[in-house]
């Protein structure tokens, strides 16, 4: 630590005196660059439904996709994530729904591809939550979530998602040994360019609700994901996470949820040179729409927000405010 000098020569509110030299001194920005975008998709037409809890955020029919699409890529977001609503009649035990090349995510990575090209880039996740008939991630037996058996259907995922177009493929199911796997299968069949976005560090958290409404998981998960999600007591097991993931072809990791577990990212900083994404999930996204709405604090929260994600050290953000928030910037 540098000492400069001591009141009254030093006054640290010189340097907070009026906007320009507050910019000027800035430690920390964000801009549209910084975000991505998650879209929620609903099978149909000219659908495009609000979601329980979550105001301001939609699920969207395939044919009404354009709409949000072009606002992103008006806005300079780099990147969208594909969530998709999975009717009940599609759920089955094994999530076998994931590995149907026209499933409504493979049809909608062709979409935009197809009409939008390299303007935006494409991320999905890559478990079965959406697609299991139990709401868990991975296969279920006796009980337990099998890992290994589970694993092999990831890897499959990955590939059809890849062979659609998917620029970004983010496991986020956390089971052990998947990233390696993903890694290898995808590079086998020529898609060494598909990157990888870990879910490295991802908590048994209680700030998913909202999203388990959104894709249609409410209600159906069997207990809960504590046999593979994070522990939120601990931390050095977060480093663990990373260590194992980067030396199994990671690109990039997510930490998740955001504001709980900015500690996290600090550390996670500090540690490792590789791009570290935040995930402002939608429990957070609730609570601060909730305080909006009803006048406890105003809409700046939200930039406050985003920008402590930043001053932990994360170089962008995945928010469902990425598409609302650019006039407040
Ligand atoms: C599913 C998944 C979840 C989220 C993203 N991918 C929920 C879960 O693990 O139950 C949560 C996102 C959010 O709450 O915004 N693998």
Aim: overall charge positive; proline content about 3%; hydrophobic content about 40%.
């Amino acid at each position: 630590m540098i000492i400069t000098g001591k009141y009254p020569n030093l006054r640290m509110r010189r340097n907070r005196r009026t906007d320009w030299i507050r910019r000027l001194v800035e430690e920390n920005n964000i801009t549209s660059s910084d975000l991505i975008l998650p879209i929620f998709l609903v099978e149909g037409k000219n659908k495009k439904q609000e979601i329980t809890n979550m105001p301001g955020v939609y699920r969207y029919s395939l044919n009404k996709l354009h709409t949000i699409l072009d606002k992103a890529i008006k806005l300079k977001i780099p990147t969208v994530a594909l969530f998709p609503y999975t009717e009940k009649k599609l759920k089955d035990a094994k999530g076998s729904e994931a590995l149907n090349e026209n499933n409504l995510v493979c049809r909608a990575i062709r979409y935009i591809k197809k009409n939008y090209k390299d303007q935006i880039g494409i991320m999905c996740d890559v478990a079965l939550d959406p697609y299991t008939n139990h709401g868990h991630d991975g296969l279920l037996k006796n009980n337990k979530i099998l890992n290994d058996e589970t694993n092999e259907i990831l890897i499959k995922q990955s590939v059809l998602q890849a062979s659609m177009g998917c620029d970004i493929i983010a496991p986020s199911d956390m089971m052990d040994g998947r990233i390696g796997l993903i890694r290898k299968n995808l590079d086998k069949h020529r898609y060494q360019d598909v990157q990888i976005l870990s879910y490295a560090v991802k908590y048994a958290s209680s700030f998913y609700g909202p999203f388990r409404n959104a894709v249609g998981t409410k209600g159906i998960l069997k207990g809960d994901k504590k046999t593979y999600q994070m522990d939120f007591k601990n931390k050095n097991e977060a480093l663990r996470e990373v260590s194992i993931d980067i030396k199994e072809g990671a690109d990039m990791v997510m930490v998740k949820p955001g504001m709980p577990y900015l500690d996290i990212i600090s550390l996670i900083k500090k540690q490792f040179q590789i791009p570290i994404i935040a995930y402002q999930v939608s429990g957070e996204y609730s609570l601060i729409m909730n305080g909006i709405k009803r006048n406890i604090i105003n809409e700046k929260a939200i930039i406050e927000s985003l920008i402590s994600f930043k001053r932990a050290g994360a170089n962008a953000i995945v928010t469902y405010f990425a598409d609302r928030i650019l006039k407040y910037l």
